[in-house]
């Protein structure tokens, strides 16, 4: 791997050395087999897929370089860990405002995410692709973890963490969007108390939430009670909320 300067000027970044499965050591010393994809963090950490590794590489701004995914294999050993997972041909690397990793595998037809969180479980997930590695075409407009990926080449993440995949074998550039949860409290009559309807707030970050603030757009109708949320939310833990709805007249109302 070169770094080719505004001047002209290059230098080595990794490779060239004889460590076929380096973790720990100088980045020079790594030996690859088929680099076949970058990306370099606003950090300044660069990931480097071998594709003929079965690995993603992680270097950091010390220039040390450390396995980051894959278990130097094409098969999974263990799914729900970053070096569990089996990486047939990596094809693409990104990552979202949080430093999420994002890789893509053609050989094996699946996207997967790496959380950069330092207490997530698992610590890696398949966004979509079957979970086999079966070529396909399908889940358009349905849970991204349901559709079928056939030979995805690329990947990229926007500032509102919408994922783009070049699915090469369909023909096709797909994206993952996200929406905000809901909760319905169905029909509720004037004066009584619909819910409570819950849900966790979880830290999937790599530190604290703090302040953390919440509140209501409409206070009359609706009401919250957070329960282990406080003023801040630490790393890798979770809170609860319980919303109620006691309509005061009649219509639709969204809290």
């Known amino acids: 791997v070169l770094e080719i300067y505004a001047g002209g000027q290059k230098s080595f970044i990794a490779g060239q050395g004889s460590d076929v499965a380096p973790n720990g050591v100088l980045a020079t010393a790594?030996?690859?087999v088929h680099p076949s994809a970058l990306y370099l963090d606003p950090a300044g950490d660069l990931y480097i897929a071998d594709r003929g590794g079965f690995r993603v590489y992680q270097i950091?701004?010390?220039?040390i370089i450390r396995f980051f995914a894959g278990n130097g294999t094409a098969a999974d050993t263990n799914p729900t860990t970053r070096t569990g997972i089996g990486l047939a041909g990596v094809s693409g690397i990104s990552a979202d405002?949080?430093?999420?990793?994002?890789?893509?595998?053609?050989a094996s037809n699946r996207l997967f995410?790496?959380?950069?969180g330092q207490a997530q479980n698992p610590e890696v997930t398949l966004l979509a692709g079957d979970i086999n590695g079966a070529p396909g075409y399908t889940g358009d407009n349905g849970p991204a973890n349901a559709a079928e990926l056939d030979n995805p080449m690329a990947v990229a993440v926007d500032g509102g963490a919408d994922v783009f995949i070049a699915d090469t074998g369909n023909s096709a550039l797909?994206?993952?969007t996200y929406?905000?949860?809901?909760?319905?409290f169905g029909t509720v009559k004037v004066g009584q108390i619909g819910g409570p309807l819950g849900t966790t707030l979880w830290n999937a970050g790599n530190g604290a939430l703090s302040p953390l603030t919440f509140g209501l757009d409409d206070q009359v109708n609706f009401a919250?009670?957070?329960?282990g949320c406080g003023g801040s939310l630490a790393e890798g833990s979770t809170c609860n909320f319980s919303f109620f709805f006691t309509p005061q007249s009649p219509g639709s109302f969204v809290g």
Request: hydrophobic share 40%.
């Open 179 to 184: 929406t905000n949860p809901t909760l319905d």
């Open 113 to 116: 995410l790496a959380y950069s």
């Open 30 to 32: 790594a030996k690859f």
């Open 224 to 227: 919250v009670d957070a329960i």
């Open 97 to 106: 405002p949080a430093g999420d990793i994002y890789i893509t595998d053609a």
């Open 60 to 63: 950091d701004t010390a220039g």
């Open 174 to 176: 797909r994206e993952i």
